[in-house]
C-alpha cells in the first residue's frame, strides 16, 4: 500500500472516456480513424493490463509515450486502509490528493462479488438517519476518483457488481457519474454489464430526468430509489429532500424513467424502528408502486452511535416481508453486511479516523446493503 496522494496539478487519464481520447489524438493531428484505434489501445493498457506509466504501452510511438506522459497524471488511487468483517464484507479506504479520504466495500455473496462505491466526500442530502448526511459536502469526487475504486480493487478481485451506494448522492455529481459510467461499461474499458451497475439516489428528480436521457443504450445502469418513507410527512422527516420533490413528483419520474422488458427499479426502504415499520406502511408502499416495475429491498435500519433512529425488531420486518410477497410485490430483505467494521453509508471513514489515530478497533453496528 502506498500512502502518496495523486497530484492534482495534470488532468487524470482515467478520466478520458474512449471519445476524449480520441479527440485528444486528433488535437495533435493524428487522424480521425488512428486516433480512435490509439484511443482503444490506450484503454486496453489501462483497463485490462492496469498497466501504471505511460511507458508501458509499448506499441504506441515514443512520441505518443511522451504527449501523454507530459499531459496527463496516471497514478494509482492510494489504498491507505483496508479492514476485512468477519463476513467476508471488506472495506477500503483511498486518499485523495487534498488529503480527503472516502470508502470503497467490497461485498462477497454467493454468486456475486458487489463493489460499494462513494460518488462525493460526504453528503448534502442531510438524511437524519445517516452519518454521511451529518457530514455535509466536501467535495465531489471527479471521473477518476471513483473509476480509481473499481479499477483499484479490482486488481486483486474478480468484481461482478458495482452498486453507487457508498458515500454521496451521486445524482449530485451526475456528469462525472456519468463519464465514470461511460468508462467502467466500456468494452474495451472496464466491461462491466450495464445490468450488474446500479446508481442509488435519494430523489433528485430533475437529475434522475437527466440521467433517463443522459444513458442510453449499453450504458444504461439499473435505477434504485431510496424511498425510505412510505407517505410525505414521514418521508420528509428523515429525508429533507422530499420537501423538494415529493414522492409523487418523485414516482412519476420513476415512470418516465425507461426500462427494458423485465427490468424493474429497486425501491430501497430503511426500516427504521417504530418510524415507519407497519402493515399500514407496508401497503402504502405497495399502493405507491402498484404501477412501477419495482422490487423492493427491505434494509433493517443500522443505528450509529448518537443516531437518534432505532433498528428495527426483525418480527416487523419479517412481517413487512410477508404482507408484500403475499401481495406479489417484489420484496427482499437485505440484511446487513461488515457489521463489525463500520462498513455502512458514510461509517467507515469515521471509524477509519479512530482506527488510524488511536490503532483500536471500534466495534458498532454498521451495513451495506447490497442491490
Ligand atoms: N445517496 C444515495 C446512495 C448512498 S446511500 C442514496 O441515498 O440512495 C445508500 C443506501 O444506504 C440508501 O438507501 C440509504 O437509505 C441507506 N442507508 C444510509 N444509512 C443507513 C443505515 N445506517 N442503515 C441502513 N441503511 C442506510
Ligand atoms: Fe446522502 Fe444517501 Fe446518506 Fe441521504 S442516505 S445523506 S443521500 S448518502
Known amino acids: 500500500m502506498t500512502s502518496a496522494a495523486l497530484s492534482p496539478e495534470k488532468p487524470h487519464i482515467f478520466s478520458l472516456r474512449m471519445s476524449d481520447l480520441a479527440e485528444e489524438f486528433m488535437s495533435i493531428g493524428v487522424p480521425e480513424k488512428k486516433a480512435r484505434y490509439h484511443s482503444r489501445q490506450v484503454f486496453h493498457w489501462l483497463y485490462h493490463r492496469k498497466i501504471t506509466s505511460f511507458e508501458q504501452m509499448t506499441d504506441l510511438s515514443k512520441l505518443t509515450r511522451q504527449h501523454l506522459t507530459d499531459k496527463y497524471e496516471i497514478a494509482a488511487l492510494p489504498k491507505v486502509f483496508e479492514q476485512k468483517s468477519v463476513d467476508g464484507t471488506q472495506k477500503f479506504l483511498f486518499k485523495l490528493f487534498d488529503g480527503k479520504t472516502i470508502e470503497s466495500v467490497l461485498i462477497p455473496s454467493e454468486d456475486r ?193 448518537g443516531s437518534e433512529y432505532a433498528r428495527p425488531d426483525d418480527a416487523k420486518v419479517n412481517a413487512m416481508h410477508r404482507y408484500l410477497l403475499d401481495r406479489d410485490v417484489a420484496a427482499m430483505v437485505r440484511h446487513s453486511r461488515g457489521r463489525d467494521i463500520l462498513a455502512a453509508c458514510g461509517q467507515l471513514r469515521s471509524a477509519k479516523k479512530e482506527a488510524l489515530e488511536s490503532a483500536s478497533a471500534e466495534t458498532a453496528p454498521a451495513a451495506v446493503a447490497t442491490a
Open 113 to 305: 462479488l458487489t463493489i460499494c462505491i462513494s460518488s462525493q466526500v460526504g453528503c448534502a442530502m442531510a438524511c437524519k438517519f445517516c452519518l454521511t448526511g451529518t457530514m455535509g459536502l466536501m467535495r465531489n469526487l471527479g471521473v477518476h476518483e471513483i473509476v480509481g475504486q473499481v479499477l483499484e480493487l479490482s486488481k486483486n478481485a474478480n468484481i461482478s457488481n458495482i452498486v453507487f451506494m457508498g458515500m454521496g448522492e451521486p445524482l449530485h455529481n451526475l456528469e462525472n457519474v456519468c463519464r465514470a459510467i461511460e468508462i467502467l461499461l466500456n468494452q474495451d474499458g472496464l466491461n462491466f454489464s450495464k445490468r450488474k451497475v446500479t446508481v442509488s439516489t435519494s430523489g433528485l428528480v430533475p437529475a434522475i430526468r437527466k440521467m433517463n436521457e443522459r444513458l442510453k443504450g449499453a450504458y444504461r445502469p439499473n435505477l434504485a430509489i431510496s424511498l425510505n418513507g412510505s407517505y410525505d410527512a414521514q418521508r420528509e422527516e428523515v429525508m429533507p429532500v422530499n420537501k423538494a420533490f415529493d414522492i409523487k413528483t418523485l414516482l412519476d419520474a420513476c415512470r418516465d424513467w425507461e426500462l427494458e422488458p423485465h427490468r424493474r427499479i429497486t425501491f430501497e426502504y430503511v426500516v427504521l424502528g417504530g418510524l415507519n415499520d407497519t402493515l399500514e406502511d407496508a401497503e402504502r408502499v405497495r399502493r405507491l408502486l402498484a404501477d412501477i416495475p419495482s422490487k423492493v429491498n427491505l434494509i433493517p435500519y443500522n443505528p450509529h452511535p
